[in-house]
């Protein structure tokens, strides 16, 4: 079992940045695949990013991959999300998230069994 706990969320001008960090309960942390989600008031929770055990490969949702970058550090023990320029649509809580599947990408929420309480982003127009 691994706890999550998110940080660094804010509000922010648009076209601003912002480094969300997860730090992670545990010391099995690189045995897990690690994702970030988003959800906005209203709206589903989506899948923003994701990256592999050894922090090899990522993937991203489409309309974020050019801004924005997941990376880990398996000796800290965190995983990372650089947001940059930032857009009004891109307020919402960013959880990040913990799967032990075998498969990849893993992009679907059902995939991942941990989460963390969230982090609120706030950009403002």
């Known amino acids: 079992q691994v706890q999550l706990v998110e940080s660094g969320g804010g509000l922010v001008q648009a076209g601003g940045s912002l480094r969300l960090s997860c730090a992670a309960s545990?010391?099995?942390?690189?045995?897990?695949?690690m994702g970030w989600f988003r959800q906005a008031p209203g709206k589903e929770r989506d899948f923003v990013a994701a990256v592999t055990r050894n922090g090899l490969h990522t993937y991203y949702a489409d309309s974020m991959k050019d801004r924005f970058t997941i990376s880990r550090d398996n000796a800290k023990n965190t995983v990372f999300l650089q947001l940059n320029s930032l857009k009004p649509e891109d307020t919402a809580v960013y959880y990040c998230?913990?799967?032990?599947?075998?498969?990849?990408?893993?992009?679907?929420?059902?995939?991942?069994?941990?989460w963390g309480q969230g982090t609120q982003v706030t950009v403002s127009s």
């Open positions: 998230a913990a799967s032990n599947i075998i498969k990849v990408p893993i992009t679907t929420s059902a995939d991942y069994a941990y």
């Open positions: 545990g010391r099995t942390f690189s045995t897990y695949s």
